[in-house]
């Protein structure tokens, strides 16, 4: 969604803390090869393969996030002849924007290799190499052999990573700040107001380095065998850096037989002729007879919205079924403020009566969105959807994975992994009911990863459960902007690199207000916590934020762990030009685990209050409780008061600090935890 800027009217805007903290730890797994596995391709043994999830022990995650086909392997852990980068927690850095914050960077000749921990038949690889010098990108090999079996090369390309200056972002190293009016941590200025003009580094604000390449081996091959990631000699990459690698063991194409096939209308699975026109009329068909439509194995290009409405669509599997297009200027805007087209499939515009039993699974939708444009709908999947599903799909290279305005209900997203997105992952906009996400796993989106925004119309009845985010670029791993009834329940949440949090509850963006229960339960988070640049503080792991209004629903947060925090593990905030008008209240933490946290346990920047009951902390950088209230530090104490419910443990909400002692400190030193361990 849109970033707005605080700018000058933010809260104090002062030095930028740097920071470099250590990655978590790994333990050392070994995963049996699966029963029944065949055609399993011998290959030599290599050391004990180091498994992990969003860069920890998988036992310090157990039973939150998604369910995934995929075993996740840290760069960092494998055998290399190149350097390991990081650990760093600053933003615009090759190493904060990694998974672990850590990753290898190899030279040319260089490599990595990792040992399979399972029977495997594909893989995934996050990588960045270079931007060209004036921005666009570039392409680059990276050869790839697993135990003894042929050496293959991959295509790598920057053509969809390299984003500079300010939001909106530009593609171009060169520019100038897109937006001189604005107040930069970098000088602690308005550059258009500063006399002399102060001197900005160019390229100003890279980000956005990384993005994945997935690769079908055409074999499987055996628990133990060695891949070998190899920047060949001759590339015309300066370097390659390797973040991780995923081993998948991918099921056969599916095949349905009595379905609709969409071969029969003329599309071309080999993607050299534009198969958009024969995609509606088979999609016309299919309604008509109420039968499946089948996507076989291939590569579709399609260069426009596919409009979907009572039809089921389904594919041979995301591996296997490609659904790829161009980014296409339009003559003229269309109705929407959209500049450009681009593949992606749409239900109805809520305002027409939107779409209803609209399914979709077992297929990808590979994008060529470069720039972010907010008018532009180009989304892998939009429009509204009633009482549909979305289910394993893979969407990449969109503006957007999904993005549904309502208002509209009942639709469930499952299984699905979406990847390298400009902007947001998901985002219920509007009205969006009784729908929810499940089992999703989300990896370097642009913006908030996956949100619920109430903009004009409630969101209500809403559920984020077990789902995995990881790298969020800007912003957040969970937003939820105002709605009612709404819950987020065990989530995995690592790596949000700048302006966000893992988990925020905020009154922004125009929102209606929070209402009924919201539930926070039995999440975990990691390395979470950033920097936010307009105001130039660090953020909690969970961030509350009052900005348009009050906050004053029945939040429960029960049963998270919020691990090896940058900076605060609990975050409450209303800006500085609202503070004396909003505040924030009837919060309860109740079972809460902190594992490490850079300054506080609990920070409040607001009026208002919270309980907490059973909340225990170890590793706290500074004072459990950094106690502002709304800066007006009365003779009566801070404006926002604490209760304690009892079973708090290891000394953080000690009794002097109770119910509203005053301990301000605007930006305390943080001090680097150490890695998370089993409680």
Same mark, same amino acid.
């Given at each position: ?50 498994? !992990? ?258 039809? !089921? ?84 290279? !969109? ?281």
């Amino acid at each position: 969604m849109q970033r707005s800027v605080e700018g000058a009217a933010g809260l104090r805007p002062a030095v930028p803390i740097a920071r470099i903290l250590p990655a978590g730890t790994a333990t050392a797994v070994a995963l049996a090869v699966p029963a029944g596995s065949a055609a399993l391709a011998a290959g030599p043994a290599g050391p004990t393969p180091v498994v !992990t999830r969003a860069g920890l022990d998988p036992a310090l995650v157990a039973g939150r996030g998604a369910t995934v086909d995929f075993v996740e392997q840290e760069a960092e852990h494998g055998r290399t002849t190149g350097t390991v980068i990081g650990p760093d927690r600053a933003e615009y850095t090759l190493a904060g924007e990694a998974s672990g914050r850590r990753a290898v960077r190899l030279s040319p000749g260089q490599y990595v290799e990792f040992t399979l921990p399972r029977a495997t038949n594909a893989l995934t690889v996050r990588y960045s190499i270079p931007d060209a010098p004036s921005g666009g990108g570039i392409t680059a090999p990276l050869r790839v052999t697993v135990g003894h079996g042929p050496a293959r090369t991959m295509t790598l390309t920057s053509q969809y990573a390299w984003l500079y200056n300010q939001y909106p972002f530009t593609n171009d190293p060169g520019a100038d700040l897109l937006h001189p009016d604005w107040w930069i941590t970098e000088c602690s200025c308005v550059p258009a107001a500063t006399t002399p003009a102060p001197a900005i580094t160019k390229p100003f604000r890279p980000h956005h380095f990384y993005d994945e390449q997935r690769l079908l081996l055409g074999r499987t091959h055996r628990a133990g065998e060695v891949v070998r990631l190899t920047a060949p000699t001759g590339t015309a990459a300066a370097w390659t850096v390797i973040d991780l690698l995923d081993s998948h063991l991918v099921a056969p194409p599916r095949v349905l037989p009595h379905a609709v096939n969409v071969l029969a209308f003329g599309a071309d699975p080999t993607g050299r002729r534009e198969s958009a026109d024969a995609f509606d009329r088979a999609v016309a068909y299919a309604r008509r007879v109420d039968r499946t439509l089948y996507l076989p194995p291939g590569t579709y290009q399609v260069n426009r919205h596919i409009t979907v409405d009572d039809v !089921t669509i389904a594919g041979a599997g995301s591996w296997y079924t490609v659904v790829k297009g161009r980014e296409v200027a339009l003559d003229t805007p269309a109705p929407d403020g959209s500049v450009h087209t681009g593949v992606g499939f749409y239900g109805r515009d809520a305002a027409d009566g939107g779409s209803s039993d609209v399914h979709l699974s077992g297929f990808a939708v590979e994008g060529d969105v470069r720039d972010r444009i907010d008018t532009d709908q180009v989304n892998a999947i939009g429009g509204a959807l009633n009482h549909s599903t979305v289910d394993g799909l893979y969407l990449h290279h !969109t503006k957007v994975g999904l993005w549904f305005d309502g208002p509209m209900t009942d639709l469930r997203v499952t299984n699905t992994v979406i990847a390298d997105q400009i902007a947001d992952g998901l985002n219920f906009h509007t009205g969006v009911t009784h729908s929810s996400v499940s089992h999703s796993f989300v990896r370097n989106t642009g913006d908030d990863a996956l949100a619920m925004w109430s903009e004009r119309t409630g969101n209500a009845h809403n559920t984020f459960d077990h789902n995995t985010v990881q790298s969020p670029v800007l912003a957040n791993g969970i937003a939820l902007y105002g709605g009612t009834d709404l819950t987020v329940s065990h989530n995995l949440i690592a790596d949000p690199v700048r302006e966000g949090s893992a988990i925020q509850i905020g009154s922004r963006f125009g929102a209606e207000p929070f209402t009924g229960q919201l539930r926070i339960t039995g999440n975990t988070t990691v390395r979470a916590g950033t920097d936010d640049l307009n105001w130039n503080i660090g953020l909690g792991a969970i961030w509350f934020y009052a900005l348009d209004r009050s906050i004053d629903a029945d939040i429960q947060v029960v049963g998270d762990s919020y691990l090896d925090n940058t900076y605060n593990a609990i975050m409450l905030v209303s800006d500085w030009p609202v503070k004396d008008k909003y505040s924030i209240s009837n919060v309860h933490f109740r079972d809460i685990r902190v594992d490490g946290a850079g300054t506080s346990v609990v920070s409040a920047r607001t009026a208002g209050s919270a309980s907490f009951a059973d909340v225990d902390a170890r590793n706290v950088g500074a004072v459990g409780v950094n106690n502002c209230g709304s800066f007006h530090f009365t003779p009566a104490g801070s404006e926002f008061g604490l209760t304690d419910l009892g079973g708090n443990d290891g000394g953080w909400l000690a009794p002097w600090l109770l119910p509203n002692t005053i301990t301000c400190d605007d930006r305390p030193p943080v001090v680097p935890p150490p890695a998370p361990a089993p409680w």
